[in-house]
């Protein structure tokens, strides 16, 4: 496609429940990183990829949060016993080589857990 | 987690006005961008900086690299109904962007 996708756009969860966070990003782009969104605020990284290779984790809040990108192209971010902290706009950035750090953006998945 | 500071917080200008923003950091920046973002969408690049010191323009943008590498500017000429929205920065230093708190613009008619 021509730009960076993301499904679903909404998720509603029950509090305790697994969610997974799809993106699918522009494609040839090697890169692509995981963002959480609060209202108001800029993007706040979680994790990156460049190909299948997760690069860097340390903004995943905790051991709920795990990403993976076994072929290098879709990326899925998943939720275990989601909390209603969790609740957010997610959204999937990617770049189009490993040293290039203009990302593209998504339109985001609006999290909530009730 | 870490966001930069970006001031103003929020604009209200006349249509036809210029906008001058910043975003400050207390760390060096290899690499400085400006992202624009409407309600309901994701953030779209604007201009992305290199160097220290860099102007670039795109359209009626204008941002700078400051040369301290610790700080950005963002001007927009100009300015027009469809420039309404949050302008974030984002720095990078080492394998991630670091985003600003967001300015906020209005643009009145």
């Known amino acids: 496609g021509a730009g960076v996708s993301q499904s679903p756009r909404y998720k509603v969860t029950k509090r305790g429940q697994d969610v997974a966070l799809r993106c699918d990003p522009i494609?040839?782009?090697?890169?692509l990183y995981w963002y959480r969104q609060a209202l108001g605020q800029g993007p706040e990284f979680l994790t990156y990829?460049?190909?299948?290779?997760?690069?860097?984790k340390s903004g995943l809040p905790n051991d709920r949060f795990s990403a993976e990108r076994p072929e290098g192209s879709i990326s899925t971010l998943t939720i275990q016993r989601t909390e209603q902290r969790d609740s957010a706009m997610y959204r999937c950035a990617s770049s189009s080589t490993v040293t290039s750090y203009e990302q593209y953006f998504g339109p985001g998945t609006r999290l909530t857990v009730t | 987690g870490q966001q930069l500071n970006q001031s103003p917080q929020s604009m209200f200008i006349q249509e036809g006005e210029d906008v001058s923003m910043n975003c400050t950091s207390s760390?060096?920046?290899?690499?400085w961008l400006w992202y624009k973002q409407d309600p309901g969408e994701g953030p779209v690049l604007l201009i992305a900086l290199y160097k220290a010191g860099e102007l670039t323009s795109n359209g009626r943008l204008t941002a700078q690299f400051g040369i301290t590498r610790k700080d950005s500017f963002l001007n927009i000429s100009a300015s027009i109904p469809s420039d309404v929205g949050i302008y974030f920065c984002?720095?990078?230093?080492?394998?991630?962007?670091?985003f600003g708190t967001g300015t906020r613009l209005q643009v009145f008619p």
């Open positions: 760390s060096i920046f290899n690499t």
């Open positions: 494609s040839g782009h090697v890169s």
């Open positions: 984002a720095g990078q230093n080492t394998d991630k962007l670091i």
């Open positions: 990829f460049n190909y299948e290779a997760q690069q860097d």
